[in-house]
T-cell receptor, first 115, second 118 residues
Framework: EPEVTQTPSHQVTQMGQEVILRCVPI?????FYWYRQILGQKVEFLVS????????KSEIFDDQFSVERPDGSNFTLKIRSTKLEDSAMYFC?????????????FGPGTRLTVL | GQQLNQSPQSMFIQEGEDVSMNCTSS?????WLWYKQDPGEGPVLLIA?????ELTSNGRLTAQFGITRKDSFLNISASIPSDVGIYFC??????????????????FGQGTILTVHP
């Protein structure tokens, strides 16, 4: 069964450093998402992406964040200058369409630790 | 923005017991979803609900989309040890924060931690 994959599984970085989290969505999916989950808290929407542009973003997704689909298979989240409060699990998800009836499949997540 | 209130926060039950959890919102949602998350993993979809009043089952799981479109519940019958995990409700709003079309953004509840004692 196709699945969303994410790398790395755990990333440790120093405050102020740039990090890139990588995702490979399911191959025939067209909508891509990033969510984050701070330890012990709920999953929060960051951004949705379709047709090589951002469709929707949350207040969390400020100028420090960017997303890119550099090729036909990868979808990346970049944090330019990490802060301590960026420490969280980051989940990538994908769906065939962005419509109400479509299921979002989540990857296993990348645990980001900012020191 | 849209907020989901999920309860209870945690449940400790004996194997074989039934479980019920619910989510409410002050906003209308287009779609209600229930996910389960095991430690260190991503959320896995359990049940999706698309119409107000819809009642859907998936094995021992049953979920309903409230008539007002502002609430949903999930029931687990005859719980087993592998039901342990965190259960999240999630809703897909009708519109984004600016009142435009929402392209699949999910709003999650705070989660219900389920512990099943053998």
């Amino acid at each position: 069964e196709p699945e969303v994959t994410q790398t790395p599984s755990h990333q440790v970085t120093q405050m102020g450093q740039e990090v890139i989290l990588r995702c490979v969505p399911i191959s025939n999916h067209l909508y891509f998402y990033w969510y984050r989950q701070i330890l012990g808290q709920k999953v929060e929407f960051l951004v949705s992406f379709y047709n090589n542009e951002i469709s929707e973003k949350s207040e969390i997704f400020d100028d420090q964040f960017s997303v890119e689909r550099p090729d036909g298979s990868n979808f990346t989240l970049k944090i330019r200058s990490t802060k301590l409060e960026d420490s969280a699990m980051y989940f990538c998800a994908s769906s065939k369409s962005g419509g109400r009836a479509d299921t979002q499949y989540f990857g296993p997540g990348t645990r980001l630790t900012v020191l | 923005g849209q907020q989901l209130n999920q309860s209870p926060q945690s449940m400790f039950i004996q194997e074989g017991e039934d479980v019920s959890m619910n989510c409410t919102s002050s906003s209308i949602f287009n779609t209600w979803l229930w996910y389960k998350q095991d430690p260190g993993e991503g959320p896995v979809l359990l049940i999706a609900l698309y119409k107000a009043g819809e009642l859907t089952s998936n094995g021992r799981l049953t979920a309903q989309f409230g008539i007002t479109r502002k609430d949903s519940f999930l029931n687990i019958s005859a719980s087993i040890p592998s039901d342990v995990g965190i259960y999240f409700c999630a809703g897909q709003p009708i519109a984004d924060n600016a009142g435009g079309t929402s392209y699949g953004k999910l709003t999650f509840g705070q989660g219900t931690i389920l512990t099943v004692h053998p």
